[in-house]
């Protein structure tokens, strides 16, 4: 940090600077992105989509035991991005917290009272100094379920929560909401397979590259099957070779634009 009108003050959590920021508060925002991992999640016409990163940081690691995401009860679930020890501490009290509303009313708690939940006690972390804001995106999460309208809920480390269309987290967080308003600006009709394909491309776009079915992620929740589900990897390769062939030829297509232009402005 450097020194001046900002000196002393991302020392103490609970001490505003002279400008209004909480610098824990930021770094903890910064934090997410050690991970090294960007997620992202879409809503179809009748499905919800969230598609993530699998990173496997040691050949000695079971990958089977490397995940993001995770179910809180049978139809809602999150993708976590950040710091995986604190996922896992929010994950298991947004567990606790739904379990405890079913025992005491009868019935599953609702998307929006989990997210709220979850985005007050974070929220709580940012005004003790003897805590700490957690380094998670609780897109950090995605919460996804049907309710009447498909959507994703999504709280940071200052506990703010709310409902996206499409969102995404990471370390190209910002570059992925730019594409994602510009593929959804045309308010598109997407299928179950449709949305899939469209959030895998969205990701293999954001990161250059061409993900084998062990590289990612997918989770989904559908009108005809209401729960939250994740794909194999063979679900996972059948959506695959669609997405290529279409991220190849615009690929070779903008190779070819950029080759032409080149030429013209020689010529000239």
């Given at each position: 940090m450097a020194?001046?009108?900002s000196a002393g ?5 609970t001490?505003?600077?002279?400008e ?6 930021e770094?903890?925002f910064k934090a997410?992105?050690t991970a090294k ?5 879409l809503?179809?016409?009748d499905?919800c ?10 050949k000695?690691?079971?990958?089977d035991?490397i995940?993001?995401?995770?179910k809180?009860?049978q139809t809602?679930g999150c993708?976590?991005t ?9 994950v ?6 739904a ?6 009313f009868g019935y599953d ?8 939940r979850?985005a007050?006690?974070?929220q709580i972390?940012t005004?003790?100094?003897g805590l700490?804001p957690l380094g998670?995106?609780f897109e950090?999460?995605?919460?996804l379920?049907?309710?009447r309208?498909w959507?994703s ?13 499409a969102?995404?987290a990471?370390?190209k967080?910002i ?10 600006k045309?308010?598109?009709?997407l299928?179950y397979?449709?949305t899939v394909q469209?959030?895998?491309?969205c ?10 079915p062990?590289e990612i992620?997918?989770?989904?929740v559908t ?6 589900c ?8 059948r ?7 279409l ?5 070779s297509?903008?190779a070819?634009?950029?080759s032409?232009l080149t ?6």
């Amino acid at each position: 940090m450097a020194r001046g009108s900002s000196a002393g003050y991302d020392r103490q959590l609970t001490v505003f600077s002279p400008e209004g920021r909480l610098y824990q508060v930021e770094y903890a925002f910064k934090a997410i992105n050690t991970a090294k991992n960007t997620s992202l999640a879409l809503r179809g016409d009748d499905c919800c989509v969230a598609v993530t990163q699998k990173k496997v940081p040691d050949k000695l690691l079971v990958s089977d035991t490397i995940t993001h995401m995770f179910k809180i009860t049978q139809t809602v679930g999150c993708v976590m991005t950040g710091l995986t020890a604190d996922a896992r501490l929010q994950v298991k009290r947004a567990r606790y917290e739904a379990a405890e509303f079913k025992y005491k009313f009868g019935y599953d708690m609702p998307i929006d009272q989990i997210a709220k939940r979850v985005a007050d006690l974070a929220q709580i972390n940012t005004q003790e100094a003897g805590l700490r804001p957690l380094g998670t995106f609780f897109e950090e999460p995605f919460f996804l379920r049907y309710v009447r309208t498909w959507f994703s809920k999504t709280c940071d480390p200052a506990g703010f929560y709310a409902g996206y269309k499409a969102v995404a987290a990471g370390t190209k967080m910002i570059e992925a909401h730019n594409l994602l308003e510009k593929r959804l600006k045309k308010n598109i009709t997407l299928d179950y397979d449709g949305t899939v394909q469209e959030a895998i491309s969205c990701l293999s776009t954001l990161m250059s590259m061409d993900f084998k079915p062990s590289e990612i992620e997918v989770a989904v929740v559908t009108k005809d099957y209401p729960k939250f589900c994740l794909l194999s990897e063979e679900e996972i390769d059948r959506s695959l070779p669609q997405v290529f062939s279409l991220f190849t030829f615009g690929r070779s297509l903008f190779a070819y634009l950029g080759s032409h232009l080149t030429a013209i402005a020689e010529k000239d």
